[in-house]
């Protein structure tokens, strides 16, 4: 806020309660921000004390922020008020309670403050003391206060100090060298003489300026040696690492445990369930590892921080296996700070605080979000952006969410925020820049209404949640125009979902696809994963062989090196166009497909996704399984990984682990009877298998229904209106309702299913998912999905009904209600509402026998 916008004319004069004082600075103005620079706290509180009296005696309202951990410097009296700010929470919550409390005291209040270096030993990061500062000092100026902040400059760098000069409108330095005590005015905004900016000798209550130059060198020399012994002007976080190099050097290890737990509340994690797990598994030479790979200050955030204790849990426990078999990871990361300081640097503080109000959480978000994305980087963080990208060099990389939150016991935030794909090719300004976008797409992210929905509705609204970022090489290899992994994967070590009676849950289960693994994570449009047990692998949820063939991979996920972007590729055209994909290792060929082919003159043979191979002919399946019960064991909970698999000539893979997070689980209760005779009239539907979360025991009051019939006469746009239109009924009811409808809820493709988001349908307890319309709409057995992830966190149960097949009977027709006939189809006919009050439904699963039942109760 350099030259802040008031004249140079005669504005409201304000005392420092010095007179003396006064006459060096020609007094204060209405709007100043103070900040005194001091080596001896009670120097500064010398003056603060006249400047109160004074402010008291003119009648001000005076108000005292108290978050240092130095003794008071102001005690409660009349006209003061004294506010306790916790630090410990972070920046956001810190700075946001400051700027609050700001708002409520309104204008003209006069503001002393404590001790700024202070909220070092709270945060640890130098840079968001400068940031806090350009945040609050400008609003002050705005609402015509006075504020007198101080701080120790050695504990601060440069750069730092630079900005809060920059930004206030007062700089005092004070120099102590032992009863020697001077002050020298460093800025003071809009005022001038010829000695102002001297060092000045109190006096006899006159501050007389050190106007000879052998006396002010004199003592210049004398507090250059005084200061020799201290550390020169490094960030307080460049010091801490410091001290963990000379704890590692000292092999002390008592001073190796306090600066471990230090380092771990500072870059780790706050959750004392993550905390514990780093400190069992990641030592002071990993955490010196992620600051030599590391941009910025604050958190690495969870996503990264799961991949690194992952890692270490496998190498930790099976050596033997993992030292081989485990791929070096190359991940970088930009620190939470770094987020900070983009939205401070881009004066987004103000929409932000809007934001966080409780009638701005969603109205100000769309707005903040297209700040976000036209957004510039402070200088500092733009140097090492182009530091990284010359290590990665032209492979792709991949920007990744790491938000403090993402990926932590209970909240995953699975595909709440974006992740970006680099292809990284072209011009070093060209490849800086969109580098820079990618990052400002993933803050933005933060702002999607999907990502606000699922922090309010767990009660994460008001939590501080910076989002830091996790930038990895694209595990894979170049072929030709496309860059692309062998295979990557979806694991869980708890098979909720087991859909035959002999599959044990505690054995684990895989999503597996061919190429980059965004078809693992994702809802597959129109194609589908390889989905294993990892007890029966080779056992698949289908009839024959041609199903089989029908509900494999026809799609791959590449990157287009000549296009610049992420691409979806047929397997058919793919095979044409590469040679050297390790189709043999991956697929089977078909061969009553290939036989076709060739009658009809196509080239090549047609082959089919099914993994076969890698099962029968590799350890896959041990060393994934062997992988997911390491890992459970060592989080003392199931747990949920993404990897890649880079296969050697022979086909067998080594496991690249991108991604680990506490698997979260609808959990086990109390197995609920199924009654052994049901009267037909009464059954709305009953399955063996195909349906997720264990035990369940709901009663359901509400129905909402998409009618197939109507639905399939629905053009597209008619069709998200359908999801819109059931969204508002959702959100509008708080009955316990069971949504059903024809194929795929969630996916982005309307002639799959119906295309709502999450945030939609967010409230419902029960999804059930029905094959409907001559069997197009097929439900989609892809737990590992996010959407799926998003079920399961929130504890919605998941049902897939195939009408058709032996062991499911589905009687739609016992739903009475609100029915409209249908002469024509339109969006709000295809939605069908039954309320069931008077008589509800019970719907009853067990996961021993695999069976359920949802009947009316009377």
């Known amino acids: 806020m350099t030259g802040n916008g008031r004249s140079a004319q005669d504005i409201t004069r304000v005392s420092t309660g010095l007179p003396g004082l006064d006459d060096v600075l020609d007094g204060l103005r209405i ?50 008020h004294i506010e306790n700010v916790d630090a410990l929470g972070g920046f956001e919550a810190f700075t946001g309670r400051v700027w609050r409390l700001i708002e409520e005291h309104g204008r003209g209040a006069f503001y002393v403050c404590d001790c700024l270096s202070d909220l070092l030993n709270a945060w640890a990061t130098d840079v968001m003391v400068g940031n806090f ?27 730092t100090l630079d900005r809060i000069r920059q930004t206030t409108q ?66 307080y976080w460049d010091r801490l690492f410091l001290q963990v190099a000379d704890a590692l050097e000292a092999g002390d290890g008592d001073q190796s445990a306090d600066i471990l737990d230090r380092v771990l509340s500072v870059l780790i994690s706050r959750d004392p369930r993550m905390l514990a797990l780093a400190k069992r598994y990641l030592s002071l030479e990993s955490l010196l590892a992620i600051r030599t790979r590391m941009i910025g200050s604050g958190y690495i955030g969870g996503k990264a921080t799961g991949m690194l204790i992952a890692r270490s849990i496998l190498l930790a ?48 978000a769309a707005q903040l979000r297209q700040n976000i994305l036209a957004g510039t980087f402070p200088p500092e963080i733009l140097a090492e952006l182009e530091r990284l990208l010359d290590h990665y060099g032209q492979y792709p990389i991949l920007v990744r969410s790491s938000s403090l939150q993402e990926d932590g016991f209970g909240n995953a935030f699975a595909g709440k925020y974006d992740s970006v794909f680099l292809v990284n090719q072209g011009a070093p300004e060209l490849r800086l820049a969109e580098l820079e976008d990618a990052i400002r797409q993933v803050y933005a992210s933060t702002m999607s209404e999907d990502a606000l929905v699922y922090r309010q509705q767990r009660g994460l609204d008001q939590k501080e949640e910076p989002m830091a970022l996790l930038i990895q090489r694209v595990n894979g290899r170049f072929h030709g125009r496309y860059y692309l992994p062998d295979a990557a994967g979806v694991g869980v070590s708890r098979n909720t979902f087991a859909w035959d009676t002999d599959m044990n849950p505690a054995a684990g289960m895989v999503r597996l ?43 791959l996920d590449v990157l287009d090196l000549r296009e610049g ?124 298998g195909n349906f997720m979360g264990g035990n369940i025991n709901l009663c359901i009051q509400r129905v909402i229904k998409v009618n197939a019939a109507v639905y399939s006469r629905l053009s597209v746009s008619q069709r998200y209106e359908v999801a819109r239109f059931v969204g508002e009924q959702v959100r509008n009811s708080k009955d316990k309702t069971m949504l059903i409808g024809p194929g795929r809820w969630g996916t982005s493709s309307p002639e799959l299913g119906v295309p709502v988001r999450f945030a939609d349908i967010a409230g419902v307890a029960v999804l059930v998912e029905v094959a409907e319309m001559e069997g197009d709409m097929v439900p989609d057995l892809s737990y590992g999905s996010h959407f799926f992830q998003d079920l399961v966190e929130t504890g919605i149960a998941y049902v897939a009904l195939f009408p058709n097949g032996r062991h499911c009977d589905y009687q739609p027709e016992r739903l009475t209600g609100k ?40």
């Open 31 to 80: 709007g100043d921000n103070v900040v005194w620079r001091v080596t001896d706290l009670n120097d500064y509180r010398r003056f603060v004390t006249p400047f109160i009296e004074s402010a008291a005696s003119a009648g001000r309202r005076i108000i005292y922020l108290r978050f240092g951990q130095h003794p008071p410097l102001v005690s409660a009296k009349t006209n003061i």
């Open 133 to 159: 500062f350009r945040v609050v000092c400008p609003f002050l100026f705005e609402l015509d206060t006075v504020a007198w902040f101080a701080l120790y400059p050695d504990r601060h760098s440069r750069t």
């Open 170 to 235: 007062v700089m005092v330095d004070v120099h102590r060298l032992g009863d020697d005590v001077q002050i020298q005015p460093i800025k003071a905004l809009c005022r001038q003489s010829p000695t102002m900016f001297l060092p000045h000798r109190e006096c006899n209550g006159r501050f007389v300026p050190v106007t000879d130059s052998s006396d002010a060198t004199r003592l210049q020399a004398g507090l250059e040696v005084a200061q020799l012994n201290r550390q020169p002007l490094l960030d």
């Open 317 to 364: 426990n099976q050596p033997d296996v993992w030292q081989q078999n485990l791929e070096p990871h190359d991940s970088s990361y930009l620190g939470s700070d770094a987020y900070y300081a983009f939205l401070v640097h881009n004066g987004l503080w103000p929409a932000i605080m809007r934001q966080r109000s409780a009638d701005g959480y969603l109205s100000e």
């Open 513 to 555: 696809v061919m190429g980059l693994g965004t078809r693992a994570v994702d809802r597959i449009e129109g194609d589908h994963a390889c989905v294993m047990a990892l007890d029966y692998p080779g056992r698949q949820p289908f009839r024959n062989q041609d199903e089989n063939y029908r509900f494999s991979q026809h799609l």
């Open 565 to 688: 972007d992420l691409s979806t590729r047929p397997l058919s055209l793919l095979t044409e166009e590469v040679a050297d994909l390790p189709l043999s290792h991956l697929a089977e060929i078909d061969r009553t497909a290939s036989r076709r082919a060739e009658e009809l003159g196509l080239p090549g043979k047609v082959w089919r996704l099914t993994f076969k191979p890698l099962v029968s002919n590799s350890q896959f399946v041990s060393r994934l399984s062997n992988l997911l019960q390491t890992l459970e064991s060592g989080y003392q909970h199931p747990v949920d990984v993404e990897f890649t698999l880079h296969l050697n000539n022979n086909g067998e893979p080594t496991f690249n682990l991108v991604q680990c997070r506490p698997l979260a689980t609808i959990g086990e209760t109390v197995a609920a009877d199924i009654p052994a005779e049901i009267p037909g009239q009464q059954l709305l539907f009953r399955t063996s």
């Open 819 to 858: 029915d409209a006939p249908i002469p024509q189809a339109t969006p709000e006919q295809a939605v069908q509402l039954f309320d069931v009050h008077t008589n509800p439904l019970q719907l009853t699963g067990d996961v021993v026998s695999q069976r359920l039942v949802c009947y009316f109760s009377s």
